[in-house]
């Protein structure tokens, strides 16, 4: 074999630097298309979807948004796990990392509900409103976020906390609020989009604490 090719082949992959920055992306992207939906959305389903009408563009807007959360959160899951790097446990890892994506997916799947509704909203707007589609939406919509990707949320807090415990490589004060939140996460009944808040303010604290350790130490692999 090519001196050259060897090297190539024997050379590992390094994570980029700037991809501690995934954390801070996502949790402005996100937190805002929350915000978004909140202000423009009422929480009772039964409003009569005066907000379809009037506020169809912020809406929209936010749900532009989630997109590319979704792909800084998938950046942030990678610097968490080369942050492990071979102290990774296969059993927390599964569940650390299916707990992410089945969020994310959910995510996806209540923005896609919400873009359908005001489809079909301006399609025919006064059917999609005395057929009962509209309740239906709504309530589908807010019981996937509220209730289904916010424990599945928990569950990605706990794994991670746990992981960090046994391997020590971030410190326990971190993964003690990890705990903390998470188990916020898990019992909350509220129907409030803003507990959805709670996980991206600890993804920006993780991200926060990642940076200010590269530069400190700027030869120490994320």
């Not at 994570?15 to 939906?37: D, E």
């Not at 489809?119 to 289904?148: E, K």
């Not at 609020?177 to 600890?202: D, E, H």
């Amino acid at each position: 074999m090519p001196d050259g090719q060897l090297t190539l082949t024997s050379q590992n992959l390094k994570t980029p630097r700037a991809a501690a920055l995934a954390g801070l992306l996502f949790t402005v992207l996100f937190s805002g298309s929350v915000v978004l939906i909140r202000l423009s959305i009422p929480a009772n389903p039964e409003d009569g979807g005066v907000w379809l009408k009037e506020r169809a563009g912020t809406v929209t807007l936010a749900l532009s948004l989630l997109p590319f959360a979704g792909i800084a959160f998938l950046w942030f899951i990678g610097v968490v796990r080369a942050r492990l790097g071979h102290l990774e446990d296969q059993f927390f890892s599964t569940v650390f990392f299916g707990s992410g994506l089945l969020f994310l997916a959910m995510m996806f799947a209540s923005a896609a509900l919400a873009g359908g509704t005001l489809a079909a909203y301006a399609v025919d707007s006064s059917r999609l409103i005395d057929s009962g589609v509209y309740t239906f939406a709504r309530t589908v919509m807010y019981r996937i976020t509220n209730v289904y990707a916010i424990k599945m949320a928990g569950v990605f807090m706990i794994s991670l906390g746990t992981i960090w415990v046994r391997t020590h490589v971030m410190p326990r004060w971190l993964a003690c609020l990890t705990y903390a939140l998470a188990l916020g996460l898990l019992v909350s009944i509220s129907s409030s989009l803003w507990v959805t808040l709670i996980f991206p303010g600890w993804v920006c604290v993780v991200s926060v604490y990642l940076l200010m350790v590269n530069l400190h130490n700027p030869s120490t692999s994320l």
